[in-house]
C-alpha cells in the first residue's frame, strides 16, 4: 500500500504560480496529479513513468510541469500562469507496478492517491 501525502496548495491570483509536492512512503515508477472541481469529472493532468517520460491534460500543456526526485520519493507539479479555471482539489496518484497505462487521461484510475490539496485561483 503506498503513501501519498500532498503539500502546496494554497490561493492565488490569475496569472501566478504554485508547486505541488507529494511524498509517496515508497517508490513508484508511474506517477501522477489529477484534478476534480466541485460539479465536475475528475480530470488527469500529468503523468510520469519509469523513465520519466511525461504526459499532459491539453488543458494544462506550456503551463504545466511534472517532475520528481527519485531520492526523496517525491512528486512535484509545477503550476504557473494560473487560471480560474484551475481552481479544483488536486491530487496525486501512483499506479501498480510496470502499470501500462502511465498517460495523463488514466491518472484518475490508478491504483492509489493521496487526500488533495486545495488550489483556489482567483480573477
Known amino acids: 500500500q503506498v503513501q501519498l501525502v500532498e503539500s502546496g496548495g494554497g490561493s492565488v491570483q490569475a496569472g501566478g504560480s504554485l508547486r505541488l509536492s507529494c511524498a509517496a512512503s515508497?517508490?513508484?515508477?508511474?506517477m501522477g496529479w489529477f484534478r476534480q472541481a466541485p460539479g465536475k469529472e475528475r480530470e488527469g493532468v500529468a503523468a510520469i513513468d519509469f523513465d520519466d517520460s511525461t504526459t499532459y491534460a491539453d488543458s494544462v500543456k506550456g503551463r504545466f510541469s511534472i517532475s520528481r526526485d527519485h531520492a526523496k520519493s517525491t512528486l512535484y507539479l509545477q503550476a504557473n500562469s494560473l487560471l480560474t479555471e484551475d481552481t479544483a482539489m488536486y491530487y496525486c496518484?501512483?499506479?501498480?507496478?510496470?502499470?501500462?497505462?502511465?498517460?495523463?487521461?488514466?491518472?484518475?484510475?490508478?491504483?492509489?492517491r493521496g487526500q488533495g490539496t486545495q488550489v483556489t485561483v482567483s480573477s
Open positions: 515508497e517508490r513508484s515508477n508511474c
Open positions: 496518484a501512483a499506479d501498480y507496478p510496470h502499470s501500462p497505462r502511465c498517460k495523463a487521461p488514466s491518472v484518475p484510475v490508478f491504483g492509489y
